[in-house]
């Protein structure tokens, strides 16, 4: 059984910067991709950014593109989510999720086979 743990979330002012983690158990992976979305009130959740774990290949949103770094620790099953000038249409609760096999990044909800409980992320202004 996968389990993925989020943390990392808080409250930070407009501009600031915070790194979420994913750790992964119950396998090792080296296929697949991981990927971290959000979901803000009332809305979809939606992709955020990519990684495959084989080759490190990255894909991002544009809205988080040059302000979020994705990237992997493959030793220690862990992806994190470096978030930089960060702004309050940045809140929301953040999740990664995890697809087991396959090639490339996949940008929908539903391709991902599992889940982790979300961590949230506050952005003031």
């Known amino acids: 059984q996968v389990q993925l743990i989020e943390s990392g979330g808080g409250l930070v002012q407009a501009g600031g910067s915070l790194r979420l983690s994913c750790a992964a158990s119950g396998r090792t992976f080296s296929s697949g991709s991981m990927a971290w979305f959000r979901q803000a009130p009332g809305k979809e959740r939606e992709f955020v950014a990519g990684i495959t774990w084989s080759s490190g290949g990255t894909y991002y949103a544009d809205s988080v593109k040059d302000r979020f770094t994705i990237s992997r620790d493959n030793a220690k099953n862990t992806v994190y989510l470096r978030m930089n000038s960060l702004k309050p249409e940045d809140t929301a609760v953040y999740y990664c999720?995890?697809?087991?096999?396959?090639?490339?990044?996949?940008?929908?909800?539903?391709?991902?086979?599992?889940w982790g409980q979300g961590t949230q992320v506050t952005v003031s202004s």
């Open positions: 999720g995890a697809k087991t096999l396959g090639l490339g990044i996949k940008l929908t909800k539903e391709q991902y086979d599992y």
